[in-house]
């Protein structure tokens, strides 16, 4: 199956600062790739994702870019703010059989003001 | 508010005991996703189910079931637990969830509230 590795496990950036979030997936026939934010108990939340027939999206201070050639794709944060600190999580959908997704362990951010 | 509810939202029981998840997908969502969270934990697939039948299985351990009823709703069936149970168990739903490659622009998925389970 789908096997999904996420880096760095915590990252800690000065507010204003630009933070990278970077996973690699192992089936060339996965096809989305979704990212989520999960503040402390609560809920993950989508803030982007991307397709495989897209090599970048962009919504405001979020980014993602997909290379399929080397099966990785990263999250890019500019000029992060306190409030982007989060667990976030990648995940990459299953291109084979049914729908099923697999999860990154997860990023810790921490902006500091 | 994604629109997936889940109750109860907190759940405290003792080793050995039997607990009922639920979840109720958004509006028009055919699928249904269980994950389990442990503490400072990434998250784990557990079931899917698409339209009342079982899509796909993840880490699902024997004592923990799952099914969808025909009005979409979701239970998942905790039994003889043990003290490593304890986590938030999540679900999510999405509009698709059929065979890959079909509908793919429906496939996202939306997070309920969580459940959070305590084994003592």
């Known amino acids: 199956g789908e096997n999904v590795e996420q880096h760095p496990s915590t990252l800690s950036v000065q507010e204003g600062d630009s933070a990278v979030i970077k996973c690699t997936y192992s089936d060339s026939a996965s096809n989305y790739f979704p990212w989520y934010k999960q503040e402390l108990g609560k809920r993950p939340q989508l803030i982007i994702d991307i397709r495989s027939n897209v090599g970048e999206k962009k919504d405001q201070r979020i980014a993602v870019t997909l290379n399929k050639t080397a099966k990785h794709f990263s999250l890019h944060i500019t000029e992060t703010q306190p409030e982007d600190s989060a667990v976030y999580f990648c995940?990459?959908?299953?291109?084979?059989?049914?729908?099923?997704?697999?999860f990154g362990s997860g990023t810790k951010l921490n902006v500091k003001p | 508010d994604s629109g997936v509810t889940q109750t109860p939202k907190h759940l405290i029981t003792a080793t050995g005991q039997r607990v009922t998840l639920r979840c109720s997908p958004r509006?028009?969502?055919?699928?249904v996703y269980w994950y389990q969270q442990s503490l400072d934990q990434g998250l784990q697939f557990l079931i899917q189910y698409y339209n009342g039948e079982e899509r796909a299985k993840g880490n699902i351990l024997e004592r923990f079931s799952a099914q969808q009823f025909p009005d979409l709703h979701s239970e998942l069936n905790l039994s003889s637990l043990e003290l490593g149970d304890s986590a938030l168990y999540f679900c999510?739903?999405?509009?698709?969830?059929?065979?890959?490659?079909?509908?793919?622009?429906?496939?996202?998925?939306?997070f309920g509230p969580g459940t959070r389970l305590t084994v003592l």
């Open positions: 509006s028009g969502d055919l699928s």
């Open positions: 999510a739903s999405s509009v698709g969830g059929g065979l890959a490659g079909v509908r793919v622009y429906t496939d996202t998925q939306y």
């Open positions: 995940a990459a959908r299953s291109g084979r059989g049914f729908n099923k997704f697999y």
